[in-house]
């Protein structure tokens, strides 16, 4: 069973760093496009940062410039550097991603989240 599994929040100060990670568990042929979404109390979720296969990226305006997302293909991880944190960061944080998946075709997955909290 193909899984979306998120780790690396974490409680920090603001003007802190974290490092989120998104590792897609079993078989998989590819990580088509990768989105990070967060969803802070009382809000709508929203996006982030996109990754597509073909290495195209895309920030939401609040993030540019202190978010980076990447992915290492061996690993078949996704990650999200977060510069420079704010206090608004505060969210919990979701992978989302559309594999390609051996048997199955292509599969839209989400994690499970991720608490990131930035304290002033």
């Known amino acids: 069973q193909v899984q979306l599994v998120e780790s690396g929040g974490d409680s920090v100060q603001a003007g802190g760093s974290l490092k989120l990670s998104c590792a897609a568990s079993g078989s998989i042929f590819s990580i088509n496009i990768m989105t990070w979404h967060r969803q802070a109390p009382g809000k709508q979720r929203e996006s982030v940062a996109t990754l597509t296969s073909g290495g195209s990226t895309n920030y939401a305006d609040s993030v540019k410039g202190r978010f980076t997302i990447s992915r290492d293909n061996a690993k078949n991880t996704v990650y999200l550097q977060m510069n420079s944190l704010k206090p608004e960061d505060t969210a919990v944080y979701y992978c989302?991603?559309?594999?390609?998946?051996?048997?199955?075709?292509?599969?839209?997955?989400w994690g499970q989240g991720t608490q990131v909290t930035v304290s002033s």
């Open positions: 989302n991603a559309l594999l390609s998946v051996p048997g199955l075709g292509m599969r839209d997955l």
